[in-house]
């Protein structure tokens, strides 16, 4: 087995500023039966809690709400906070509490929580801390789920490539995209913190982008943000449209999305 690596990365406090609106209209959503699957782990009853940690624009929190009393989304970014309350207005959810700070630093209820998600940012987190904090704040029996989806630079498609020559162009490689295949292992971690039950649920579906659909997503990374590219923004934008539009005119583009999630459960003693 090895021995078990967690990742303490050193994370700004900016890395997503001014993507919020990039993320929550260009991130491929995931697939619903995910959600239903993963419910399915969890003891639900009337005064369920849900934590979602590092919510973003509660890509996670919002559609897992209708199945709790409430749901704690935490983020870092106080426009993510302001997008997923918009957003959850929009879809009508009316039982979630934002909270704004360092998900290592969130004051919660020692055994208050019934399950907690972390959706694409476990990676970014103090693992080790975030696990410990997990089974306090967790009740006996409860679980803890990390959700992943891919990003475009692990695609396989020829137009993936192309997409990632021009990233590759334009910006420099920073810290922080996983490869889908470390779902499997978050297992590990969480069998050395204590969990047990530990297994991994992957899906695969097509999906669809035009140029703007991949552009819109490529803004709402850290990598890619317009913050970043400056004033090489048109012309990083003006190039992918261009070569993106040679490979197909019509600017549609296939790709098989993969995404899952890796569930753990405190034990019940």
């Not at 019934?114 to 959706?119: R, V, W, Y």
């Not at 630079?153 to 922080?176: R, S």
């Not at 992957?202 to 400056?230: A, H, M």
Request: aromatic share 12%; with cysteine; net charge negative.
């Amino acid at each position: 087995m090895g021995e078990v690596q967690y990742l303490k990365p050193d994370f700004s406090p900016d890395a997503f500023e001014g993507t919020a609106d990039y993320y929550s209209r260009y991130r491929i959503p995931y697939p619903k039966v995910l959600f239903k699957d993963l419910v399915k782990h969890i003891t639900l009853s009337p005064q369920s809690r849900l934590l979602d940690l590092a919510s973003g624009p509660g890509r996670v929190a919002i559609h897992l709400a209708p199945f709790f009393s409430i749901v704690l989304a935490n983020d870092l970014d106080m426009e993510m906070i302001a997008v997923g309350r918009r957003d959850a207005e929009k879809n009508q959810v009316y039982n979630i509490d934002w909270l704004i700070g360092r998900a290592e630093e969130l004051k919660i209820e020692p055994g208050s929580i019934d399950l907690i998600t972390i959706g694409e940012a476990f990676h970014r987190l103090d693992q080790s801390l975030i696990l410990d904090l997990a089974q306090l704040w967790l009740k006996p029996g409860a679980c803890i789920a990390i959700i992943g989806m891919y990003s475009i630079w692990q695609g396989n498609e020829a137009w993936h490539k192309c997409v990632m020559d021009i990233i590759d162009k334009w910006t420099p490689h920073l810290f922080g995209h996983i490869n889908i295949t470390e779902f499997q292992e978050y297992s590990l971690l969480l069998k050395d913190k204590g969990f047990i039950e530990c297994s991994s649920y992957p899906y695969e579906f097509p999906n669809y982008c035009t140029v703007d659909s991949v552009i819109g997503y490529l803004y709402s990374t850290s990598r890619c943000k317009k913050k970043t590219l400056g004033d090489n923004c048109a012309a990083f934008e003006a190039e992918l449209r261009n070569k993106l539009l040679k490979i197909d005119k019509n600017g549609c583009f296939l790709e098989t999305v993969k995404c899952g999630y890796t569930i753990g459960k405190k034990p019940n003693i």
